[in-house]
């Protein structure tokens, strides 16, 4: 089902999030890989699941392949869709795709560049910034290609976006928020966020545009993840406060720790958004607690 | 200016042939510049080859002084003529300066063996005698009346047009920490010049058939042609 769909429904959605497999799925059915493993126990608690697209371009398995693998074990996927490996025609073509194998949700992001993945020779495409891929997905369910040809079938599927309420300045992500929403985009999922007031401040503005928003959150693990996040992840910040609390807990307690403190944060976030994005890398058994935490259900 | 870096001398060397005799050749505008081709490098280059054994037929940077090596009718008078002699006893041409020199050698000797004694890295800004930046990526059609003057497919390392990616950390770029996004960048110099407005409208994609190379200019006084791909685009300069 469309997320914009439960939107219209006035649901608070709930998404999770996981990465496909780096190789591919075995011909031996009775072996899941670990991506729809995780898919299938969260399931139960969300609404749908978004597979990332070689994430830090990492190169793994594709994301739509991930996605069309999920949706045949019942799993709603949000197919996650790049800039950075495609240009316009192949960008078009996946669209086309995904629509065609049952595909009803797709992100559109710009991105992480090449330089942060395991294949630094590569050539960055980025033929189309992620507004520009918005609305030619906008365009392809109009019925017409990006050159103005027409097509058959246009795809149907709701268009998702991305934000960063960390960016500084705030008002030139904002800005950009504006853009992708001229250029047709339907909900919004932001980047990880860990600061209520941050988050707060930036709602207060991102509001006013009319769009649903789910806040984004990464389960945070260890105080050694969060320094890795602020050092190499781009766009995350995550404060000493957070840092400071998972790094006083005992090791073995971690994962208890985790769940509350992302429980916790939902919980205060929730009223302020239209839903929330849980990444729980690898963690995805926390989810149900963390759900419990933040009061919050499917 | 095309911004230029001498490959390392071991590479050089590597492909000379210990039989060829080779003729050096410089570029008193763009290399001179970037000390890769003037006359102390072009003379250096010499004795650091004669120094590994390589035969040198001659070397020279044709002048006049600042003149650039890919003005053809001047090449081609200094090697052809000025120096037929040296040139004469040449197997090859050592080319100190960017591509487009390199390939200025082979226009003006009629087709002789070259190798490229540089790396051509980009064209860009002398900002001063020592640092050269690149502000322009030469796509053939510029977008810069929309961001002050500043070339987001340049400056920005995913070459995004309608605003930043979202992965900068404290203003700077996702790819460099050391490098300031792009993208902030242009909105500062906009809301300084008070036209944020100029950013709000969206971007079309590019029309990369206008990168599409080899592309070529023929100019007139009335006119000038730019080819790219199968395409072309006049434009009049005197109406």
């Not at chain 1, 208890?256 to 919980?267: D, I, V």
């Not at chain 2, 570029?27 to 003037?38: Q, V, Y």
């Not at chain 2, 020279?60 to 650039?68: D, E, I, L, M, Y």
């Amino acid at each position: 089902m469309k997320l914009n769909e439960l939107y219209r429904q006035g649901k608070f959605v709930i998404t999770g999030e996981v990465g496909p497999v780096k190789g591919a799925i075995s011909r031996d059915r009775s072996v899941e890989p670990n991506c729809a493993r995780e898919a299938i126990f969260l399931q139960r608690y969300v609404h749908a699941v978004n597979i990332t697209d070689n994430q830090s371009a990492v190169m793994r398995l594709g994301s739509l392949a991930a996605s069309v693998y999920l949706k045949s074990l019942g799993i709603e996927p949000v197919y996650q869709l790049t800039c950075r490996d495609r240009n316009r025609i192949a960008l078009q073509s996946d669209l086309l795709t995904a629509y065609s194998l049952g595909i009803d949700n797709v992100l559109l992001l710009t991105g992480d560049h090449i330089q942060l993945g395991d294949h630094k020779g590569a050539k960055p495409v980025f033929d189309l910034d992620s507004v520009q891929l918005i609305h030619m997905a906008a365009g392809l369910r109009e019925g017409y290609d990006i050159s103005g040809h027409p097509i058959e079938n246009p795809p149907d599927m709701a268009l998702g976006a991305v934000v960063n309420p960390n960016f500084e300045p705030m008002e030139l992500q904002l800005l950009q928020m504006k853009k992708k929403i001229d250029a047709g985009a339907e909900f919004f999922q932001t980047q990880a966020v860990y600061d209520i007031e941050l988050l707060e401040r930036f709602m207060r503005q991102a509001e006013k545009l009319n769009r649903p928003v789910q806040a984004g959150v990464v389960v945070l693990k260890s105080p050694q993840m969060a320094q890795y996040m602020n050092e190499h992840v781009s766009g995350i910040q995550v404060p000493e406060a957070w840092i400071d609390e998972i790094g006083r807990t005992e090791k073995a307690d971690r994962r208890e720790k985790a769940a509350e403190m992302t429980g916790r944060f939902l919980r205060r976030v929730k009223s302020m958004v239209q839903g929330v994005h849980i990444m729980p890398m690898g963690w995805a058994d926390l989810i149900p607690a963390i759900l419990r935490e933040a009061e919050l259900s499917i | 200016m095309h911004a230029t870096i001498q490959k390392p001398i071991e590479e050089i060397v590597q492909n000379i042939r210990s039989d060829e005799r080779v003729f050096i050749v410089g570029c008193d505008n763009c290399a001179m510049k970037c000390c890769t081709g003037g006359w102390p490098e072009t003379r250096a280059m010499a004795e650091r080859l004669q120094k590994r054994g390589i035969q040198v037929a001659g070397y020279t940077v044709p002048g006049p002084a600042g003149v650039s090596l890919c003005k053809l009718s001047n090449t081609r008078k200094v090697l052809m003529e000025d120096c037929a002699e040296a040139v004469a006893g040449a197997d090859s041409f050592l080319v100190l300066a960017c591509g487009q020199g390199v390939h200025t050698v082979i226009d003006a000797t009629g087709g002789a063996m070259v190798h490229p004694g540089c790396d051509t890295v980009f064209g860009g800004e002398t900002v001063s005698d020592t640092e050269v930046k690149e502000y322009c990526s030469l796509c053939g059609e510029c977008v810069i009346e929309y961001t002050g003057g500043l070339c987001p497919l340049t400056l920005c390392a995913k070459g995004l047009l309608n605003g930043p990616c979202g992965g900068a950390k404290k203003g700077m770029c996702e790819v460099n920490p050391d490098q300031p996004c792009g993208w902030i960048a242009i909105y500062e110099r906009l809301k300084q010049l008070g036209r944020l407005d100029l950013i709000e409208s969206y971007q079309k994609p590019k029309d990369y058939s206008k990168w599409g190379r080899p592309r070529s200019l023929v100019v007139s006084e009335h006119e000038a042609t730019f080819r790219f791909y199968a395409d072309s685009k006049t434009v009049r300069n005197d109406d």
